[in-house]
């Protein structure tokens, strides 16, 4: 597998507060690393509180009210998402989606995209995956997945290793999506709706889009710094404004329990491209 179409690492993170430390790990060599939440916690509590820069693989509900972050700091949603509302992100600047230099070229008015689950896929895994298929066709996109079950295809979704994480890859040269989507035989024990989310993502990779946020994945991993631009390319899609969205399928890293959902900015990525 050619190096110039493999995914960034991801890499151990670790948040502070005052006297409260909280420790999560991520598995590192292109894996996408999905953290597991013990409790249920609004996906916009979560996005909040990643976006100010605090951790969020320890949250707890309190009884009384609100949140306790971090191991020992209290906060209620006023507090989260009122207290910081003039807050920007990477210096100041707003949100963005980002491409590769190669593209899924369009010959016609359409191309289908055939998509094969391997026969060692879960049930979960392969629910899943109708789930994501569902998410890009609902966009009306010149690009429309078709799962197969036998003959060719133009990507493989199989389960490959045993870590809560996926890997792809991007387009090649020629205008073809990357061919595979590795799942981690982890992902049994996540939600489904949120294998769905992986997919979704490994699969933005394969068609071309980078991390909303690789310039600074500690926007949503909590450390580590620029994947760098090259030589996959991440150049900036109009109708986008700059920067990290904190909602975004293709962010980094994100957490057990996060919906399979596209974000505002993610719908006009697609629909730009293709």
Known sequence: MSTNRKMRN???IAFML??????????????????????????EVINRLQVIGLGTDDIQVDPEGGYLVEGCLHMT????????????????????QYRTYNLVSVPGSTRTIRVRGSTNLSTKM????????ARYNSEGLKLVFQRVTSGS???????????TG????????GGNPYNTVNLGSGLNNIQENTVARVIMHEMGHCIGFRHTDWFNRSLSCGTGGSEG??????????????????????????????AP??????????????
Request: proline letters at 4%.
């Open 77 to 96: 949603e006023e507090q989260i998402f009122e207290q910081f509302t003039d807050l920007t992100v990477d210096g100041g600047t707003e949100l963005e």
């Open 153 to 163: 295809y133009d990507i493989l979704v199989r389960r490959n290793g045993t870590s």
């Open 10 to 12: 991801l890499c151990r």
């Open 229 to 258: 631009a090259d030589p996959y390319g991440a150049v900036n899609i109009p109708g986008t404004p700059t920067g990290n969205d904190a909602s975004s399928v293709m962010r980094a890293c994100f957490s057990n329990g996060q």
């Open 18 to 43: 005052a006297a409260c430390t909280a420790l999560t790990f991520m598995t590192s060599c292109k894996k996408e690393e999905v953290r597991d939440q013990g409790a249920t916690i609004p996906d």
């Open 261 to 274: 959902t596209w974000s505002n900015y993610d719908r006009t990525a697609l629909n730009y491209l293709y």
């Open 126 to 133: 392969s629910n899943a995956l109708n789930t994501a298929i």
């Open 166 to 173: 996926a890997s792809a890859g991007f387009p090649t040269s």
